[in-house]
T-cell receptor, first 113, second 115 residues
């Protein structure tokens, strides 16, 4: 049973436009959500996170939106840049520091010139 | 910031041999270390959680006798793939909670190829 789902395996976006990556989850006990960016043969890099008490968190070009009732979150990147081309993982965890992170399968983002 | 150093970054070994992967927290204490495995085009799958001074907790379907995890100190956790087979070839990544209650730091990963 996949608790964190990223239904789009890939996404292509024109440079300068907005990239929107979506994520759905099934476990209502998740309290914290994270987005990671990963280049090939490297470890994931933390991008942005959001607590379940918020519905939006913004950091520069990256904004994460959380809709708890729909168990859905999305990552917006605007404007998209060539260096944003990577695999993006949505992840979720409980409220405790040592809770494990459950990852989605990832979405490969291609930024087109 | 918090850094987790993972070694080796890549390794090729023969079938039947064992390989040890190390993860060290360089500027913080990691009482917990998560070990993940990634297959091509698939998610990061949690294999096990190691805790300093106690036995690791393995996820369902992960063979504890095959993937030996040791968390000997607050800064070092190791994963040993014993009697490796080609199907064990994968990308292994460790991660530790850091930067306060909501942070996690990942190692750079180890690409294991078993021939």
């Amino acid at each position: 049973d996949q608790q964190v789902k990223q239904n789009s395996p890939s996404l292509s976006v024109q440079e300068g436009r907005i990239s929107i990556l979506n994520c759905d989850y099934t476990n209502s006990m998740f309290d914290y959500f994270l987005w990671y960016k990963k280049y090939p043969a490297e470890g994931p890099t933390f991008l942005i996170s959001i607590s379940s008490i918020k519905d939006k968190n913004e950091d520069g070009r990256f904004t994460v939106f959380l809709n708890k009732s729909a168990k859905h979150l999305s990552l917006h990147i605007v404007p998209s840049q060539p260096g944003d081309s990577a695999v993006y993982f949505c992840a979720a965890s409980g409220r405790n520091r040592d809770d494990k992170i459950i990852f989605g399968k990832g979405t490969r983002l291609h930024i087109l010139p | 910031g918090a850094v987790v150093s993972q070694h080796p970054s890549w390794v090729i070994c023969k079938s039947g041999t064992s390989v040890k992967i190390e993860c060290r927290s360089l500027d913080f204490q990691a009482t917990t270390m998560f070990w993940y495995r990634q297959f091509p085009k698939q998610s990061l799958m949690l294999m096990a959680t190691s805790n300093e001074g106690s036995k690791a907790t393995y996820e369902q379907g992960v063979e504890k006798d095959k993937f030996l995890i040791n968390h000997a100190s607050l800064t070092l956790s190791t994963l040993t793939v014993t009697s490796a087979h080609p199907e064990d070839s994968s990308f292994y990544i460790c991660s530790a909670p850091s930067q306060g209650i909501y942070g996690y730091t990942f190692g750079s990963g180890t690409r294991l190829t078993v021939v």
